[in-house]
């Protein structure tokens, strides 16, 4: 273990927003990736039209999620856990935090792993029902049978509104970066036993530098235009022999189906 680790998330939500912050101020350098891309570069909503802000009521936006149909979002676990649905917001179509274009969705129920209880204990998987559906193009998930994808060095897109540094300010910009997938004995000799490789899989360079970061929690991972992780945690941002792990969608893509098409 590295001692109490953070997910990605950024801690906004009025309702845990105190303990929220205690946490930040006390928790050592493993963080969630609840920052903005560090290393990326600058995109736009247009060019990924299934990447989604969640929000709190306010529209705040604390995580990312998936779009993978026209009322369902593919997001982490550690994103909502103890959230309801009634305090949580969906927006797409909105390149810059500060916006007030795109679509606004209420909630209508909330699916959280029931296995999850922490980020380094895997099953960081949620899908979110939306009340209202969105307009845009869904992204196509992995299948089961999809574990190929990870194949060390195959290049993934990470995408999010998080910090562009550890502990530093979220990016009003939607912003990209590209990584290679890491081989499950390279991220265990990083990780030990945080690290499940039936649940998590890392993606980062080897001197760092490029990763997800504070605030881009439960956005995707995307190999071959299709999602096929969920941004969950790591140690600190971008440091060197840290890759970012992310939810290993293949393990949960049957579970995450029964919620899409119920």
């Known amino acids: 273990m590295f001692g109490l680790t953070r997910a990605r998330k950024t801690a906004v939500v009025a309702a845990t927003a105190a303990a929220a912050a205690t946490a930040l101020l006390n928790a050592p350098t493993a963080e969630a990736a609840s920052s903005r891309i560090v290393g990326g570069t600058t995109t736009t909503t247009t060019a990924y039209p299934f990447m989604m802000q969640i929000t709190d009521a306010s529209q705040k936006q604390f995580c990312g999620g998936t779009l993978v149909s026209a009322t369902k979002v593919v997001t982490a676990a550690h994103c909502l856990a103890g959230e309801s649905a009634g305090s949580v917001r969906v927006v797409g ?33 949620a899908v979110l029902t939306l009340s209202t559906s969105m307009p845009y193009t869904p992204a196509s998930y992995v299948g089961s049978s999809d574990t190929g994808v990870y194949a060390a060095g195959t290049t993934a897109r990470i995408i999010g509104w998080g910090t562009t540094s550890s502990g530093g300010s979220s990016s009003n910009q939607l912003r990209t970066a590209t990584v290679p997938t890491v081989s499950n004995s ?6 030990g036993s945080d690290f499940i490789p039936s649940d998590m899989v890392c993606a980062g360079h080897t001197s760092g530098g490029v990763d997800t970061c504070q ?33 290993r969608l293949t393990t949960f893509s049957d579970e995450v189906t029964e919620q899409v098409e119920s």
């Open 93 to 125: 179509g909105r390149t810059y935090l500060d916006g007030t274009n795109g679509t606004v969705a209420k909630v209508s129920d909330i699916w959280v792993h029931p296995d999850y209880t922490d980020v380094t204990e895997g099953n960081d998987v």
């Open 215 to 247: 605030g881009d929690s439960g956005g995707p991972l995307i190999i071959g235009g299709v999602l096929a992780g969920i941004t969950s945690w790591g140690e600190g941002c971008a440091q060197a022999g840290y890759p970012g792990i992310y939810t």
């Open 186 to 191: 390279s991220c265990a000799s990083s990780y």
